[in-house]
């Protein structure tokens, strides 16, 4: 008998094996994604078709160096509850007001038609159940976001007449995709020998309930909690816990997972914690994410289209052809688009979308459809996908005379809602420049890392385009759109602080004009060095009107005291210049603050001598004043 403690050969054999097949795997799955990814997005293809093609690389289809597809699956699939908690995260109910014609209208149509016309087909002609109609509808009426959010990016067109109602087109679409995925478990327990689950429906409905009041009482407060203890992990960990969490209780009241997450993102939307908690979850989201739709690529049965080329083709082209024609009628007169526009907008959203591989999924584990429809419509979305960028760059050389309208103002301002501004610091100095840029009507995000002030934020005034967050992480830049801004103003009031700040800004948005407040001359030098042109000292405009109005007092002219103030503003700034190119060197410093206080005597006595000769002509008695 072995004496407890001691680990025999074989167990430990064991555990190098599962180890080194463990880092087998995730070498393999890197090594793809690798390789895969940057071609695609090279060819300008998209990096989720290159995800897509890693999975079909690697897995049982191909090269078969992956064979556990249902292990990566049962992983991946919380790339998908990440992704809709960002989402949910990004539509605040103020921002759905603003674009609720857009969003509800052009978007509400496109998927009520589309759905309905494809689900007619698969129901009536290819003799699909009602249930399974319907989701087979559904799921195919939505188109990537993915893809289309990336190839408005690229041919910057995301502002355009056409790029405006795609994006609220896809914003409706990731919408629709929620009750879709909640709709799967009823609609397979209606379909059951033993009917509608009524109590199954009526616990869905109070799970929903409990998070969403839960949701709206208890996370704000821990959030606020865990800010103050000033540690990202811990921040990370949270952000983690919350969609986890409601998962979890989603999971166990047999209600979709994913549902949990996006009414966990929506209950933050209007949070002040919004784009701290997307910073946290990003990177986790698009690794799982790639991870997701390499589990994808991996499934798909490639053999159908060696063995059926003309129904997966043929499936393809159906797709591609009955969206685009409803897209096409729906953008001219909906989106009142030109025929060119309404044209691309129907190339670009005519493909298949990643939610529709989460619905299929789901609704082939629940037996609406069998695992050979579910092969077919997943590869036929995945080619729809992979002909996307391909027929919008065919489009765009066919309609080449016809250039893209640039985008209005307003209406850039309120679909992309991108902030024009980000303002770094919300005290004294950044709620004055908030305040003027709101009243301008002009798009801001403001950030601050002190939680007090956030609560002082809260109790006093708008809050709604106010952020908790460090602005020196490169994460919750990201996160505030600063990449769409065109002014950085940092107004915090720690030197340190906002020269980290500046470096991050400048290494990563180098069109960003910086606006910069310092504590002191020392501080202005050193933002100088970072590029940053004439940083506003935080005191010096306030001492210059003390100035003024003591020289008033004490008997001088309104005129001839600005002009004082105003010599002397000028000549300090000159200053400001010449001893930044000897900062560094105290002896030299020195020096010339020396000469620039006698050459400010020089210049307002050479200014007084005229003076002194009007006065001694008008009044004899007048003492004269000595040069010295």
């Given at each position: 008998?072995?004496?407890?403690?001691?680990?025999?050969?074989?167990?430990?054999?064991?555990?190098?094996?599962?180890?080194?097949?463990?880092?087998?795997?995730?070498?393999?799955?890197?090594?793809?994604?690798?390789?895969?990814?940057?071609?695609?997005?090279?060819?300008?293809?998209?990096?989720?078709?290159?995800?897509?093609?890693?999975?079909?690389?690697?897995?049982?289809?191909?090269?078969?160096?992956?064979?556990?597809?249902?292990?990566?699956?049962?992983?991946?699939?919380?790339?998908?509850?990440?992704?809709?908690?960002?989402?949910?995260?990004?539509?605040?109910?103020?921002?759905?007001?603003?674009?609720?014609?857009?969003?509800?209208?052009?978007?509400?149509?496109?998927?009520?038609?589309?759905?309905?016309?494809?689900?007619?087909?698969?129901?009536?002609?290819?003799?699909?159940?009602?249930?399974?109609?319907?989701?087979?509808?559904?799921?195919?009426?939505?188109?990537?976001?993915?893809f289309g959010l990336q190839i408005l990016g690229e041919r910057k067109e995301a502002g355009s007449?056409?790029?405006r109602q795609a994006f609220a087109i896809l914003l409706f679409q990731d919408l629709a995709a929620?009750?879709?995925?909640?709709?799967?478990?009823?609609?397979?327990?209606?379909?059951?020998?033993?009917?509608?689950?009524?109590?199954?429906?009526?616990?869905?409905?109070?799970?929903?309930?409990?998070?969403?009041?839960?949701?709206?009482?208890?996370?704000?407060?821990?959030?606020?909690?865990?800010?103050?203890?000033?540690?990202?992990?811990?921040?990370?960990?949270?952000?983690?816990?919350?969609?986890?969490?409601?998962?979890?209780?989603?999971?166990?009241?047999?209600?979709?997972?994913?549902?949990?997450?996006?009414?966990?993102?929506?209950?933050?939307?209007?949070?002040?914690?919004?784009?701290?908690?997307?910073?946290?979850?990003?990177?986790?989201?698009?690794?799982?994410?790639?991870?997701?739709?390499?589990?994808?690529?991996?499934?798909?049965?490639?053999?159908?289209?060696?063995?059926?080329?003309?129904?997966?083709?043929?499936?393809?082209?159906?797709?591609?052809?009955?969206?685009?024609?409803?897209?096409?009628?729906?953008?001219?007169?909906?989106?009142?688009?030109?025929?060119?526009?309404?044209?691309?907008?129907?190339?670009?959203?005519?493909?298949?979308?990643?939610?529709?591989?989460?619905?299929?999924?789901?609704?082939?584990?629940?037996?609406?459809?069998?695992?050979?429809?579910?092969?077919?419509?997943?590869?036929?979305?995945?080619?729809?996908?992979?002909?996307?960028?391909?027929?919008?760059?065919?489009?765009?050389?066919?309609?080449?005379?016809?250039?893209?309208?640039?985008?209005?103002?307003?209406?850039?301002?309120?679909?992309?809602?991108?902030?024009?501004?980000?303002?770094?610091?919300?005290?004294?100095?950044?709620?004055?420049?908030?305040?003027?840029?709101?009243?301008?009507?002009?798009?801001?995000?403001?950030?601050?890392?002190?939680?007090?002030?956030?609560?002082?934020?809260?109790?006093?005034?708008?809050?709604?385009?106010?952020?908790?967050?460090?602005?020196?992480?490169?994460?919750?830049?990201?996160?505030?759109?600063?990449?769409?801004?065109?002014?950085?103003?940092?107004?915090?009031?720690?030197?340190?602080?906002?020269?980290?700040?500046?470096?991050?800004?400048?290494?990563?948005?180098?069109?960003?004009?910086?606006?910069?407040?310092?504590?002191?001359?020392?501080?202005?030098?050193?933002?100088?060095?970072?590029?940053?042109?004439?940083?506003?000292?935080?005191?010096?405009?306030?001492?210059?009107?003390?100035?003024?109005?003591?020289?008033?007092?004490?008997?001088?002219?309104?005129?001839?005291?600005?002009?004082?103030?105003?010599?002397?503003?000028?000549?300090?700034?000159?200053?400001?210049?010449?001893?930044?190119?000897?900062?560094?060197?105290?002896?030299?410093?020195?020096?010339?603050?020396?000469?620039?206080?006698?050459?400010?005597?020089?210049?307002?006595?050479?200014?007084?001598?005229?003076?002194?000769?009007?006065?001694?002509?008008?009044?004899?008695?007048?003492?004269?004043?000595?040069?010295?």
């Open positions: 008998m072995r004496p407890r403690g001691i680990i025999g050969p074989g167990e430990r054999t064991g555990v190098h094996v599962d180890s080194h097949h463990f880092l087998q795997i995730a070498v393999v799955f890197l090594l793809a994604t690798v390789v895969a990814v940057p071609l695609t997005k090279r060819f300008r293809l998209g990096s989720v078709l290159g995800y897509l093609l890693a999975g079909m690389a690697i897995g049982p289809q191909a090269l078969r160096l992956v064979g556990d597809t249902a292990g990566v699956a049962a992983i991946s699939e919380f790339g998908v509850v990440l992704m809709l908690f960002v989402i949910g995260l990004e539509l605040s109910p103020q921002r759905l007001w603003v674009m609720r014609r857009p969003v509800f209208g052009t978007g509400l149509l496109q998927v009520l038609a589309t759905s309905a016309v494809i689900g007619t087909i698969a129901w009536w002609l290819l003799g699909f159940p009602p249930g399974a109609a319907l989701i087979v509808g559904g799921s195919l009426a939505l188109s990537s976001t993915a007449a056409y790029g929620i009750p879709l995925i909640a709709a799967v478990p009823l609609l397979a327990s209606s379909a059951a020998s033993h009917g509608f689950d009524m109590m199954g429906a009526l616990r869905t409905v109070g799970v929903i309930a409990a998070v969403i009041v839960g949701g709206r009482y208890l996370l704000r407060p821990v959030f606020r909690f865990v800010a103050k203890a000033d540690a990202v992990e811990v921040s990370t960990a949270t952000a983690l816990l919350v969609v986890m969490g409601v998962a979890l209780l989603m999971e166990l009241a047999g209600v979709s997972v994913t549902l949990g997450a996006f009414l966990a993102g929506v209950l933050l939307a209007d949070s002040e914690y919004r784009h701290e908690l997307e910073s946290n979850i990003e990177p986790f989201k698009g690794l799982l994410l790639g991870l997701f739709f390499i589990s994808v690529g991996m499934s798909m049965d490639i053999s159908l289209l060696l063995r059926a080329p003309l129904l997966v083709l043929g499936l393809v082209a159906a797709l591609l052809l009955l969206k685009g024609a409803l897209l096409w009628p729906l953008g001219r007169i909906v989106g009142r688009l030109e025929r060119g526009d309404a044209l691309r907008l129907a190339v670009l959203l005519a493909c298949g979308g990643e939610f529709a591989f989460v619905v299929l999924k789901l609704a082939g584990e629940q037996g609406l459809i069998s695992a050979r429809q579910h092969n077919l419509l997943v590869l036929a979305i995945t080619l729809s996908m992979a002909l996307t960028p391909l027929l919008v760059a065919a489009l765009a050389k066919l309609l080449g005379a016809h250039k893209v309208r640039k985008p209005a103002r307003a209406f850039d301002t309120i679909v992309a809602h991108s902030p024009r501004v980000i303002l770094a610091g919300y005290g004294r100095m950044g709620q004055i420049v908030a305040r003027v840029l709101r009243a301008e009507g002009i798009p801001f995000v403001a950030l601050d890392h002190s939680v007090e002030q956030m609560d002082l934020i809260r109790r006093f005034g708008r809050w709604s385009d106010i952020f908790y967050g460090d602005p020196a992480r490169p994460e919750l830049l990201r996160a505030a759109q600063a990449d769409k801004a065109e002014v950085f103003v940092l107004a915090s009031d720690e030197p340190e602080s906002s020269l980290h700040v500046a470096r991050v800004v400048r290494r990563m948005y180098p069109h960003l004009k910086i606006v910069a407040r310092a504590r002191n001359r020392q501080h202005v030098w050193r933002l100088m060095d970072l590029g940053v042109d004439e940083p506003i000292r935080e005191t010096l405009y306030s001492s210059l009107k003390m100035s003024k109005q003591t020289l008033i007092a004490l008997g001088l002219t309104p005129e001839r005291a600005m002009d004082r103030v105003e010599r002397f503003r000028r000549q300090d700034a000159e200053l400001i210049k010449a001893q930044y190119l000897v900062y560094d060197d105290e002896a030299k410093l020195v020096q010339t603050t020396k000469e620039a206080l006698a050459d400010l005597d020089k210049l307002f006595e050479a200014d007084d001598e005229p003076e002194a000769r009007e006065a001694r002509e008008r009044d004899p008695e007048t003492p004269q004043m000595s040069a010295d």
